[in-house]
């Protein structure tokens, strides 16, 4: 497995000590660095230039105060972020996340992900994040427009469709962008669909759009298969989380062949053996906003456990979809010894390094986020295509779209692997190929 070339070492050394307390930020570059020995060996001038550091210190980190009045006419204070982090290929373009743990260090790992990931689609998007501490989860409708009004009302300056993008990520879908969307719209007095990805259908939002991180990383996960002559259909699947990304990557996997019978949320996992029945997670978890367990509740042949790993349920394949470092080293071995044959990440960076290290050892395939769960992003850049076109496409044409970019990031992945010597490598192919599309743009523009 690769370690950190000697070469690449101060430059890790720089980064922790530039960035303090950012932990989640030091682990998304040392996964990064970790593979590019390969390619600083044979292409020098990557480190003579100073491209590694200037990938590393975001183009521009904004932090700024959300005032806004809970339902009972109190005052109540977040904190917002935006990290605009590399525009080498396009305007920034990544979510922003509404949760509880959201600090600057969260924020840079995701806005650092991002710029590969982007890369990978072969589309024209560079790479941001950005987000809040706000919690969405038992507010009402109004408090959850008061927020999103007010975070708008100092964010909008910094936005705009050739600029920055943002879209949705943990608790932040179609409701939020829609007050997000319509703050922009009041205050700019510009109707500039394309500032914002993820919106309604009605107001210039793209077919496929909620469905594409999920099923982006099914299409993922059936090419790997592919590539061994194997395929999802039959296959006994378990995914984490209860939120967009698990809801559609269940549901593709389902229309696939394969048998999803397990998913979870923070408070626990059912197991369904009769397989998850999708719409009735999405009435649960979309349109009711309750907990899993209602899901358990309202069918017989599920049960709810409360707490514990949902990586104890036996599968072929996993798909974690819930949030970062989710699946540690025990459950990757439990996962391994259960018979999983591949692993892709539906979320950001949900195994933990450990657990990583596990599966690329013990030759299960492997898919990391920036690359599997890329469909959804793409589809924003198609969303943002279709708004400057002032066009909107079928729903069977835009996943058709989405389907051809997913081979295309999975072709990416596998040639940079086979290039530099680890074939089958996914998670290397996917940082060599971004790195060196995104480092020859930096250099082709200059010292800027
Ligand atoms: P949602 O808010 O829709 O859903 C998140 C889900 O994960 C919820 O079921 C939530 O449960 C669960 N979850 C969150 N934290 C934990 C935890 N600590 N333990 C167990 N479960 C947890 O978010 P998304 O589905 O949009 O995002 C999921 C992941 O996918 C994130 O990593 C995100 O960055 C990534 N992603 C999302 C994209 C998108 O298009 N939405 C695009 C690319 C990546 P609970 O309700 O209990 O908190």
């Known amino acids: 497995m ?10 890790y050394e720089t980064v922790l000590a530039r960035n303090p307390g950012e932990q989640e930020f030091h682990q998304a570059v040392l996964e990064v660095l970790e593979s590019l020995g390969p390619v600083v060996r044979k292409h020098r001038h990557y480190v003579d230039e100073a491209v590694i550091e200037r990938l590393c210190e975001p183009e521009r980190q904004l932090l700024f105060r959300v005032p806004w009045t809970d339902d009972q006419g109190r005052v109540q204070i977040n904190r917002a972020f935006r990290v605009e982090f590399n525009s080498a290929l396009g305007p920034y373009k990544g979510g922003l996340r509404f949760h509880p743990s959201v600090y600057l260090g969260i924020v840079k790992f995701l806005g650092f992900e991002q710029i590969f990931k982007n890369a990978l689609t072969g589309m024209p998007i560079g ?3 950005g987000g809040s501490d706000f919690d969405p989860k038992g507010k009402s409708d109004a408090e959850v427009m008061r927020f999103c009004q007010s975070m708008m009302t100092e964010l909008y300056r910094h936005l705009g469709e050739y600029t920055d993008v943002p879209a949705g990520d943990i608790g932040v ?8 969307f319509g703050q922009y719209k009041r205050i700019t007095n510009r109707y500039e669909s394309g500032v914002l990805t993820g919106k309604g259908l009605a107001y210039g939002g793209s077919q496929v759009r909620t469905e594409a991180t999920g099923y982006g990383t099914v299409f993922f996960t059936e090419e790997m298969l592919k590539a061994r002559g194997q395929s999802l259909s039959g296959r006994r699947v378990v995914v984490s989380g209860s939120g967009n990304v698990a809801i559609y990557a269940a549901q593709k996997a389902a229309a696939l062949g394969a048998h999803v019978v397990a998913c979870s949320d923070s408070s626990g996992y059912v197991v369904d053996e009769d397989g998850l029945d999708v719409d009735l997670l999405k009435q649960v978890k979309e349109v009711e906003r309750q907990r899993i367990s209602a899901y358990a509740d309202q069918r017989r ?5 409360a707490g514990g790993s949902v990586w104890d349920v036996r599968c072929e394949v996993a798909l974690p979809c819930a949030t970062q470092n989710e699946l540690d080293t025990d ?3 439990t996962l391994l010894a259960n018979g999983v044959v591949a692993v892709a990440e539906g979320a950001n960076m949900p195994c933990t390094p450990g657990a990583t290290r596990i599966f690329r050892e013990g030759a299960v395939l492997f898919a990391p986020g920036k690359a599997a769960n890329a469909g959804g992003v793409a589809t924003s850049a198609l969303e943002m295509q279709q708004n400057a076109s002032r066009d909107s496409w079928s729903f069977a044409h835009t996943e058709e779209r989405l389907r051809d970019i997913m081979v295309g990031v999975h072709e990416r992945c596998a040639t940079a692997a ?5 074939p089958g490598d996914y998670v290397s192919g996917a940082n060599i190929s971004s790195f060196i599309q995104v480092a020859d743009a930096m250099l082709s523009l200059g010292v800027v």
Not at 2 to 11: E, F, I, K
Not at 173 to 180: A, F
């Open 127 to 129: 790479g941001g994040k």
């Open 418 to 422: 086979d290039e530099y010597g680890t």
């Open 173 to 180: 879908g179609g409701r939020e962008i829609g007050y997000l």
């Open 2 to 11: 690769s370690a950190l070339d000697p070469v690449l070492q101060p430059h």
């Open 301 to 305: 042949a599920a049960t709810f456990v």
């Open 331 to 333: 459950a990757a071995r």
